[in-house]
């Protein structure tokens, strides 16, 4: 099961990338709306990531199952273990609050979105936060699983270009934010 949910994270993740580069230059008004990267692939990624949620339920209930089977947590020992965990639940419920702000509505024959004020950029800040946690923590182990053996070749690699995409999502949304005000 976990090399299923390895390939499904790296789906996952592929998905996102084009879904977050397409939607931040939409929000900076950089491209003429993003097409398929904003209409249909978003829907997709909602159910990988569903079922990725899942897959990350029943390997949490496996571990707590195990600890308590034997006793002991070492709590302090797996500290990233329940970063992971908990960055994927925010995920989860921030990435609702994403849907409902950007499904926008039809006013008089037109598409509007939502508005988009503090509160909003807040959660979408978070929502970022959220992500570049689970991903960033989530690097090493990914790469074991699809078989690196070295991983200081990739790692850095791979944890800087992540890290700008994210700085680069988290400028979007306040760029997005000051055209509200």
């Not at 299923?4 to 998905?15: K, Q, R, T």
């Not at 990739?154 to 400028?171: P, R």
């Amino acid at each position: 099961m976990r090399k299923w949910n390895a390939i499904l994270s790296g789906l996952i993740l592929v998905l996102f990338l084009f879904h977050a580069i397409a939607g931040s230059l939409g929000l900076m008004s950089m491209n003429s709306g993003g097409g398929i990267f904003l209409s249909v692939l978003p829907w997709i990624l909602v159910g990988c990531i569903a079922l990725h949620t899942l897959i990350g339920i029943k390997l949490t209930i496996d571990t707590l199952r195990a600890c308590r089977k034997s006793g002991v947590s070492y709590f302090k020992e797996n500290k990233l273990f329940w970063a992971r965990r908990i960055s994927g639940f925010a995920i989860f419920l921030l990435m609702f609050f994403h849907i409902i702000l950007f499904k926008g509505h039809n006013a008089g024959g037109a598409y509007r979105l939502n508005f988009f004020g503090a509160a909003q950029l807040t959660t979408q800040i978070l929502l970022v936060l959220s992500i570049a946690v689970h991903v960033l923590t989530n690097v090493k182990p990914s790469l074991i699983a699809f078989g690196r053996k070295s991983l200081k070749k990739y790692a850095l690699d791979i944890l800087i270009a992540l890290s700008i995409l994210f700085i680069f999502m988290g400028i979007a949304f306040f760029i997005y934010y000051l055209r509200w005000q």
